[in-house]
Each structure stands twice: as structure tokens, then as C-alpha cells.
């Protein structure tokens, strides 16, 4: 581990921390990730980091917690009598597996809408047990099986509630995305016009962040439902107790979630990003694999829990599956390893 440095938002040091991740094949290393991360505490200093914190990206699902803070900040799970399930759904990058499916299903029809109204397009379950099930089924993947079809379905049901019309709801301009835009920087502490604004996968509107904003806005939220705040301790509760409906099966974030006994709330986001709260040590981090490789950024999330001692060198089964992944051939032969560099 290398010598600490100054910390970009406050007087105290940051430790800096190796997460490069590299792939073997045999005696060669074959390709290296670049990966960068920000570890913030709850008063907003920067105590940790790896590569550039100040490295802008698309915070794509990785946001999901604070998007679906706007609409609990707005009062609808109550308006709409919606609970954990719902809200967890909101907050997922789920697996289109059939339980998720039903509850997005059973969001819109609480509602009075249907899966058309939603602005996400269809794609294939994102877990192997959702697509076999799928598979057999003999039906095609809809909306519904969208991974967001549960953060869509709450940002209509706000739509309606708060009589600004379901139409367009997932445009920049309507007033749902432009009360996110306000959680957003609410927590990240970056005015709403500095804040750059995307088109995100599924159709609604994401951010560009440096990745330390990122990082002060999990801290912030970690901390908040420590003390008992409402929101952030709905959002994170909800989380916690239904890790299955944030991923689904052998999905990372669930598996994160369930062996540390909600000691850590992950989010996943897409292009290599993730974001991570440990309420009970203040904690945020943000974590960009530079190239984007989904591949290396499971690995460098659990050598950052590892190193910040919040998960063991000797991990349990199911999380070593992601410390450590084979490289292997189309012989079923394992030829190499995904690995930390350090």
C-alpha cells in the first residue's frame, strides 16, 4: 500500500489503494483494468482512494437509492399503499425473474397503468434462472423484465400522484426527473446545474458526477440512516430486508447484501460503475472500472471491502466466486484467472 495523500475535500489524509484488476492466461498477464474509487466518510472527507477520484462518469443504476428518495420524499408508497417490496423493486437492477416481475407487474396495476406505459424497452432476464424460466415459458421478454421496470413504475406512479401527467415522465424536463435531479444534488453537494444530465439505458435521465460526489452521496445517506432519518432509513430498509428483489439469484448486489447481513447495501450500475454504503462505519464508496468491464468490477469491489476490513481475506463461498474469477476455454479448461493485480 502506498503513501497517503491529501484528501480533496478535507485536511485529512486518504489512504491510496491498489484495485487494478488483471487476467492470466498461464504465465502471462494478458489484460489489465484500470480501476478508480473514492472512499468518503459521513462527514464528506475523502479517508480512502484508488486511481483519479475526480475521474467524471455516468453514475447510470448506481443512483437508483437516491431517485427513489424524490419519490419517498414525495409521500407516494404511502398515497399508493406500496411497501418494502415496492420499494426495493424501485431501487433494483433487477434479474426478470418471476417474482420481480409480479411485483412490477402489480406496481402498475395499483396504479391504473399497464407494462405499455412504461418508458424502459423489454430485454432478457440478467440471471440464468430467470432466462431458463423465461426459456420454458415459451413467452418473449417484455418490459416488465427490464431491469428498471420497478424505478420506472415508481417514477410514474409520481407522475400520477402528483398530477404532472404520466407522459414523457422519463424527459428531462418533467417535473419527476427534475425533482431527482434536486435529490441528486442534494446529496452529492453538486448544484443541480453543474450536474450533467444523459440519457441512461432505459430510457430516463442519468448524471455525470466526479466519482468523490458519488461516494460524499452514499456516506451521506449511510450516515442519515444511522441517526433514524425517514427517507434514507426507508430506502436503505427496504434494501436490506429484501436483497432478492435488488438482484435476484447469484446477482452480486443480493449476495453482497445477504452474507454481510445488510452490513453493506450495494448498488450496481452498468459500464463498470458501483456505488456502496456501510451505515454503520459512516462509509460511501464509489467504484469506475475505467473501461467499463463489468468483468473486473466485482473483483475490485470485494478487495476494497477487504482491505477496508469490512469482509475477511478468507471469504465465504459465494462471495470468493466473485473475489476470483476462472478464465476459461471452450474446452471447459480453466487457463487463467480475473484477479486483483495486489
Known amino acids: 500500500m502506498s503513501a497517503p495523500t491529501r484528501s480533496l475535500t478535507g485536511a485529512r489524509r486518504a489512504v491510496r489503494y491498489e484495485l487494478d484488476v488483471v487476467a492470466t492466461r498461464g504465465p502471462i498477464l494478458e489484460s489489465r483494468h484500470r480501476v478508480h474509487a473514492a472512499v468518503v466518510d459521513g462527514r464528506g472527507e475523502l479517508v480512502g482512494s484508488a486511481g483519479d477520484t475526480a475521474i467524471v462518469s455516468a453514475w447510470r443504476s448506481c443512483a437508483k437509492p437516491m ?35 409480479a411485483i412490477a407487474s402489480h406496481m402498475l396495476e395499483s396504479i391504473g397503468l399497464e407494462e405499455g406505459d412504461l418508458a ?11 432466462s431458463r424460466l423465461l426459456r420454458e415459458s415459451g413467452l418473449h421478454p417484455t418490459r416488465l423484465h427490464n431491469n428498471c421496470s420497478g424505478k420506472h413504475a415508481a417514477m410514474l406512479a409520481h407522475a400520477v400522484r402528483a398530477g404532472d401527467g404520466a407522459l414523457g415522465y422519463q424527459l428531462a424536463e418533467h417535473a419527476v426527473q427534475q425533482g431527482v435531479l434536486a435529490m441528486v ?24 458526477l466526479p466519482l468523490e460526489a458519488m461516494a460524499i452521496a452514499f456516506a451521506r445517506f449511510a450516515a442519515a440512516a444511522e441517526r433514524g432519518e425517514e427517507i434514507p432509513s426507508r430506502v436503505f430498509g427496504a434494501m436490506r430486508s429484501r436483497p432478492f428483489l435488488v438482484g435476484g439469484t447469484d446477482r452480486f448486489d ?89
Not at 431517485?67 to 424501485?90: K, M, N, T
Not at 453538486?190 to 439505458?201: K, M, N, S
Not at 462509509?283 to 468483468?295: C, F, H, S
Open 254 to 342: 443480493t449476495v453482497i447484501i445477504e452474507e454481510t447481513d445488510g452490513a453493506v447495501i450495494a448498488k450496481v450500475g452498468a459500464e463498470g460503475m458501483h456505488s456502496l454504503a456501510i451505515p454503520a462505519r459512516g462509509l460511501g464508496l464509489a467504484i469506475k472500472v475505467e473501461d467499463g468491464g463489468q468483468r473486473a468490477q466485482h473483483v475490485a469491489v470485494i478487495r476494497l471491502l477487504q482491505l477496508l476490513r469490512v469482509l475477511p481475506d478468507e471469504l465465504p463461498p459465494r462471495l470468493a466466486a466473485f473475489a476470483r474469477t476462472p478464465v476459461v476455454n471452450t474446452r471447459g479448461e480453466t487457463v487463467g484467472e480475473l484477479a486483483p493485480l495486489a
Open 67 to 101: 431517485q427513489a428518495a424524490s419519490f419517498v420524499a414525495a409521500g407516494i408508497p404511502d398515497a399508493v399503499g406500496w411497501g418494502d417490496d415496492e420499494l426495493a423493486l424501485a431501487c433494483a437492477s433487477h434479474a426478470g425473474e418471476p417474482e420481480h416481475v
Open 120 to 130: 424502459c424497452g423489454p430485454h432478457e432476464p440478467l440471471s440464468k434462472r430467470g
Open 185 to 208: 444534488s442534494r446529496w452529492t453537494g453538486v448544484p443541480a446545474h453543474r450536474v450533467l444530465v444523459a440519457v441512461d439505458g432505459c430510457g430516463v435521465t442519468t448524471f455525470g
